[in-house]
C-alpha cells in the first residue's frame, strides 16, 4: 500500500520531532555507574554534539541534579563554555574536552576561565601549556580580560543590578591551585615568582607520567562512557587546567 501523504501545516510539511525521555537516560546512567562502581571508577558522560541530538545542557543538568553525575566530556571548548554557561558549574562538575586544543597557548585562558580541563595531544602541546603556566603575567592578561568580557556581558543583560562590573579588573593566581590530578612539576612553576622564568620544567613535561582523573572510554562510541580505569595505550591523557 502507499504511504500515508505527510500533514501539512502553514503551507509547508511539518518538521520530524523525537521526544526524549530523560528518565530513560537516567536508568542507563545508573546501570553502567554500577558497573564502574564494582571496578572503582567513576563515570564521564560523553555530551557532545548536543549530547547526540537529546540536549547537551538539559542531558548534563539532569544527570548531575537527578543521579549525581559529575563528570562530562565533550569534543570541542565551545561545546565546554556552552555547558558552563548552561549551569553546569565547578565546582562540582567537571567538563573534559576530549578534542585537541587549538588556538594555543591563548585558549588556555579559557580553558583556566570556564573551569575546563584540557586533552594534551603531545608534546608540543605540553610545552606550550607549561609555558603557559610559568608566564605569570600573560595568565593573569588573560583572566582580567576574560573577566571583563563576562562581566560586560552581564551588565547588558542586567541593567538593573550594579553589581555586574565589580568582576572587571578581578584575577586570581594558580599559585596556590591544587588541581585534580595536577603534576608536581606544573605546581612548582606555577609558584614561581613573576620573571623567575619557565624553562626546566618544559623539557619536564614530556617525561612527567601525572595520572588523569578521568577514566578512558569504552562502548559503542570511541568517546563513550567506560569503566576502564587505565587509559588505551598511544591515546592522549587528560591533563586539567587548574581552578583557582
Same mark, same amino acid.
Given at each position: 500500500?502507499?504511504?500515508?501523504?505527510?500533514?501539512?501545516?502553514?503551507?509547508?510539511k511539518e518538521r520530524a520531532t523525537h521526544?526524549?525521555?530523560?528518565?530513560?537516560?537516567?536508568?542507563?546512567?545508573?546501570?553502567?555507574?554500577?558497573?564502574?562502581?564494582?571496578?572503582?571508577?567513576?563515570?564521564?558522560?560523553?555530551?557532545?554534539?548536543?549530547?547526540?541530538?537529546?540536549?547537551?545542557? $538539559? @542531558?548534563?543538568?539532569?544527570?548531575?541534579?537527578?543521579?549525581?553525575? @559529575?563528570?562530562?566530556?565533550? %569534543? @570541542?571548548?565551545?561545546? %565546554?563554555?556552552?555547558?558552563?554557561?548552561?549551569?553546569?558549574?565547578?565546582?562540582?562538575?567537571?567538563?573534559?574536552?576530549?578534542?585537541?586544543?587549538?588556538?594555543?597557548?591563548?585558549?588556555?585562558?579559557?580553558?583556566?576561565?570556564?573551569?575546563?580541563?584540557?586533552?594534551?595531544?603531545?608534546?608540543?602541546?605540553?610545552?606550550?601549556?607549561?609555558?603557559?603556566?610559568?608566564?605569570?603575567?600573560?595568565?593573569?592578561?588573560?583572566?582580567?580580560?576574560?573577566?571583563?568580557?563576562?562581566?560586560?556581558?552581564?551588565?547588558?543583560?542586567?541593567?538593573?543590578?550594579?553589581?555586574?562590573?565589580?568582576?572587571?579588573?578581578?584575577?586570581?593566581?594558580? $599559585?596556590?591551585?591544587?588541581?585534580?590530578?595536577?603534576?608536581?612539576?606544573?605546581?612548582?612553576?606555577?609558584?614561581?615568582?613573576?620573571?623567575?622564568?619557565?624553562?626546566?620544567?618544559?623539557?619536564?613535561?614530556?617525561?612527567?607520567?601525572?595520572?588523569?582523573?578521568?577514566?578512558?572510554?569504552?562502548?559503542?562510541?570511541?568517546? $563513550?562512557?567506560?569503566?576502564?580505569?587505565?587509559?588505551? $595505550?598511544?591515546?592522549p591523557s587528560p591533563a586539567p587546567v587548574?581552578?583557582?
Amino acid at each position: 500500500p502507499s504511504p500515508p501523504a505527510p500533514t501539512v501545516s502553514g503551507g509547508g510539511k511539518e518538521r520530524a520531532t523525537h521526544t526524549v525521555h530523560l528518565k530513560s537516560l537516567g536508568r542507563n546512567f545508573t546501570h553502567v555507574n554500577a558497573a564502574a562502581a564494582t571496578q572503582k571508577c567513576t563515570v564521564m558522560v560523553v555530551v557532545k554534539a548536543d549530547a547526540y541530538g537529546h540536549g547537551s545542557v $538539559s @542531558t548534563a543538568k539532569y544527570l548531575h541534579k537527578a543521579h549525581g553525575c @559529575t563528570a562530562f566530556a565533550v %569534543a @570541542t571548548l565551545e561545546e %565546554a563554555i556552552a555547558l558552563r554557561k548552561g549551569g553546569i558549574s565547578y565546582p562540582p562538575c567537571r567538563v573534559l574536552v576530549l578534542g585537541a586544543p587549538v588556538n594555543y597557548p591563548e585558549s588556555f585562558g579559557l580553558y583556566l576561565h570556564y573551569r575546563v580541563e584540557v586533552m594534551m595531544s603531545g608534546y608540543e602541546t605540553v610545552r606550550s601549556l607549561f609555558e603557559w603556566a610559568g608566564d605569570s603575567s600573560a595568565r593573569l592578561a588573560a583572566q582580567v580580560r576574560h573577566d571583563a568580557d563576562d562581566a560586560k556581558k552581564d551588565a547588558r543583560v542586567k541593567a538593573a543590578e550594579p553589581q555586574g562590573l565589580e568582576k572587571i579588573g578581578t584575577a586570581a593566581t594558580l $599559585s596556590n591551585v591544587q588541581g585534580e590530578a595536577l603534576s608536581k612539576e606544573l605546581l612548582k612553576i606555577m609558584a614561581r615568582p613573576k620573571g623567575g622564568g619557565g624553562g626546566g620544567g618544559a623539557e619536564k613535561a614530556d617525561s612527567d607520567k601525572a595520572a588523569p582523573s578521568s577514566t578512558d572510554g569504552g562502548g559503542g562510541d570511541e568517546d $563513550s562512557v567506560g569503566t576502564n580505569p587505565t587509559p588505551r $595505550s598511544g591515546s592522549p591523557s587528560p591533563a586539567p587546567v587548574p581552578a583557582p
